[in-house]
């Protein structure tokens, strides 16, 4: 009878550990604005800020009018930061996938550059409803690293 | 014990038959279904046509609409635009391949809200209504009229003639270049087919009611016809594709179907794409009258990609019942043929992949018979006669 006693209450303890341990867990992974974290959301707050692959630049992307609406072609504002001393021109190319239709966009987008980091995206046209993929990729001399914007089409 | 088992068997037979008849439940939006549902209906006006400054002139469109209706242009003088457009079938055409001078080798599409497409024809090889007029005119298997020939038809036609030079000044002179002429004629065809406008079908109205805060079990459409309309926003995903109040999203589809027997493959889309970036009539030639900067977006970034092969333009379902027969080469005779191929899905297009989220649906009879319902509440009221033949 002790011995099932000390199993119960070892049991009761390990349960209380278990859900602190995932409160904790949860909480941490919550950023304070209450939101899910951006690697796993699907409909994006903009501007959506993502590290590049190889973590050498950080990419921040904005639907140039704020929103994408379904079947309408729209522009994006781009922003590129090097957390790296990158050697020659960067190279920005942008495209966008539906991964469950095996398709992406019927359109060629083109990057053009501004100032500082800025660059504009054209020719962007979701016209499916469903999950799209933006791929940027940035980098130079070929070295390209990769930043990935999961959308949300509704 | 034979008595028991018959009992049993009744009993579960009794059991199986109250399992598949449906309850008003079946019918019930669910809150996401509904938000789909409200995004197809109304229509809202149609977007304007900026390389075409006479798509919306009264004059224009009753020109145009004597030269859809005037067998004259045809080289033979015995079809018109509306031989395979004909009104009377949903300016459509109940012949599976389109028959002018020869049978082609795709089937009339309907002209429906033709105002609201993209792109025009099966795989999209204009980049607009009046650039799109131009080729059956001329084709040699439709109309087979020559610039020359269709100049004297309306240079001989007192009523035409004058009609014409009020809205573009004196006919071009024998010997002079056409292209200006021919694409005149285009413009006035796109200012006649932007009237044939589909409005205030039975599904519009369910909608409007809704929208009035009418409960959806009164507001218009059966139980079976809201079962087809829960099973096309849902578990259909037949919005995927026929989205928006135009129900198409004016792009391009392989939805894997097999090899025609009698026809030789198609590439449609890709193909559609180079031919339209080559078009001396798309938005960026000299015909056009969209000189703006930013002109003509959706030509300037197109790209042809290996996905495109065998992708046909998805047909707006407006008006779907009374345009049969269906697909780009007609192959199916009725609407429960259509149905029963995306419920299968059974066979390889010989070209490309299918679009990879068409599955299956493995629907049984009464949801077929749910679906064909909804499908047929989508046909608008009829247009003015005044707009069913020559003026």
């Known amino acids: ?154 | 014990m034979r008595w028991k088992l018959t009992t049993t068997a009744g009993v579960l037979a009794a059991f199986l038959a109250g399992c598949d008849r449906p309850s008003p439940q079946d019918a019930q939006l669910s809150g996401e279904e509904l938000s789909e549902v409200l995004k197809l209906s109304p229509l809202p006006t149609p977007p304007p046509s900026p390389t075409n400054t006479f798509a919306d002139d009264p004059g224009a469109a009753r020109l145009g609409q004597s030269l859809f209706y005037n067998a004259h242009l045809s080289s033979n003088g015995e079809i018109s635009c509306a031989t395979c457009h004909n009104p009377g079938h949903g300016f459509s055409d109940a012949k599976p391949l389109a028959e002018g001078l020869k049978t082609t080798r795709r089937h009339s599409q309907a002209l429906w809200n033709m105002a609201y497409q993209r792109w025009y024809f099966w795989d999209g090889r204009t980049d607009s209504l009046w650039a799109q007029s131009l080729q059956p005119l001329q084709s040699p298997d439709e109309m087979g009229a020559t610039p020359e020939h269709a100049l004297s038809v309306v240079a001989g036609d007192r009523t035409l003639k004058t009609a014409y030079e009020e809205l573009f000044g004196p006919l071009p002179p024998a010997g002079e270049p056409l292209d200006r002429f021919l694409t005149n004629l285009g413009k006035t065809f796109e200012a006649y087919q932007r009237q044939l406008i589909s409005t205030n079908s039975r599904f519009d109205q369910f909608v409007s009611r809704i929208r009035g805060g009418e409960p959806r079990e009164s507001a218009g459409l059966s139980e079976t016809e809201r079962r087809g309309l829960k099973l096309f926003v849902g578990r259909g995903r037949c919005i995927l594709c026929h989205s928006g109040p135009n129900l198409s999203d004016g792009e391009f589809h392989n939805i894997g179907l097999p090899k025609h027997p009698d026809l030789r493959r198609d590439s449609g889309r890709f193909e559609g794409v180079r031919l339209v970036k080559k078009d001396p009539f798309n938005g960026f030639g000299e015909f056009s009258d969209d000189r703006g900067p930013d002109t003509n977006i959706k030509l300037r970034y197109l790209i042809v990609k290996l996905n495109n092969m065998a992708e046909f333009k998805t047909p707006s379902l407006r008006h779907v019942a009374e345009t049969a027969p269906y697909m780009h080469d007609g192959r199916f005779a009725t609407l429960r043929d259509v149905i029963n191929h995306y419920s299968e899905l059974k066979d390889e297009p010989p070209l490309g992949h299918r679009e990879e989220t068409l599955l299956p649906l493995n629907l049984p009879k009464r949801e077929k018979d749910d679906l064909e319902a909804f499908l047929k509440t989508l046909t608008g009221e009829p247009l003015e006669e005044s707009l069913l033949e020559s003026p």
């Not at chain 1, 409160?23 to 690697?39: M, Q, R, V």
């Not at chain 1, 379904?70 to 994006?76: A, G, R």
């Not at chain 1, 469903?130 to 690293?145: F, L, R």
């Open chain 1, 1 to 154: 009878m002790g011995t099932t006693e000390n199993f119960n209450t070892t049991m009761r303890h390990f349960a209380i550990i278990t859900i602190c341990t995932l409160c904790i867990a949860c909480d941490t992974e919550k950023p304070a604005n209450g939101n899910l974290p951006p690697e796993n959301k699907l409909v994006p707050t903009w501007p959506d800020t993502r590290k590049t692959t190889g973590g050498s630049f950080s990419i921040t992307l904005n639907p140039t009018g704020g929103e994408i609406v379904e079947n309408k072609h729209f522009s994006l504002d781009l922003h590129v930061k090097s957390t790296v001393t990158t050697a020659g021109v960067l190279e920005v190319k942008v495209d966008a996938d539906m991964p469950a239709h095996g398709h992406g966009m019927n359109t060629q987008p083109e990057v053009v550059a501004g100032k500082e980091g800025a660059y504009r995206v054209d020719g962007m046209l979701f016209h499916m409803a469903g999950e799209w993929v933006i791929t940027v990729e940035v980098g130079s001399q070929g070295k390209m690293e990769r930043a990935s914007f999961p959308v949300q089409i509704e």
